[in-house]
């Protein structure tokens, strides 16, 4: 069984930087894209940003775009999330995921890991 854990959370002001993990384990997720979301309290989650299988393609959520960078290392098994200029906006649960090939569902959930951003 595949699992899928988050790293890197924590807490940081608004403009600061932080850099997110993903690292699964149990089989690789080569083949797969993946996507980080995040859910903040009382709101609906939503994408960040997507990655391709071989990661040549990449989308962002209109909030993130041009201040944060999704990333994969197929060797490592893991993929990552640079995020800077942060803002207050962006405090929210981050989730990591593992889409099903040639499919936009989502196969398997990391545990998620906290980001709040300070004005």
């Known amino acids: 069984q595949v699992q899928v854990v988050e790293s890197g959370g924590g807490l940081v002001q608004a403009g600061g930087s932080l850099r997110l993990t993903c690292a699964a384990s149990?089989?690789?997720?080569?083949?797969?894209?993946l996507a980080w979301f995040r859910q903040a309290p009382g709101k609906l989650r939503e994408l960040v940003a997507r990655?391709?299988?071989?990661?040549?393609?990449?989308n962002y959520g209109d909030s993130v775009r041009g201040r944060f960078t999704i990333s994969r290392d197929n060797a490592k098994n893991t993929m990552y999330l640079q995020m800077n200029s942060l803002k207050p906006d962006d405090t929210a649960v981050y989730y990591c995921?593992?889409?099903?090939?040639?499919?936009?569902?989502?196969?398997?959930w990391g545990q998620g890991t906290q980001v709040t951003v300070s004005s």
């Open positions: 995921s593992v889409m099903y090939k040639n499919s936009g569902q989502v196969r398997y």
């Open positions: 990655i391709s299988s071989g990661g040549d393609s990449t």
């Open positions: 149990g089989s690789t997720f080569s083949g797969n894209a």
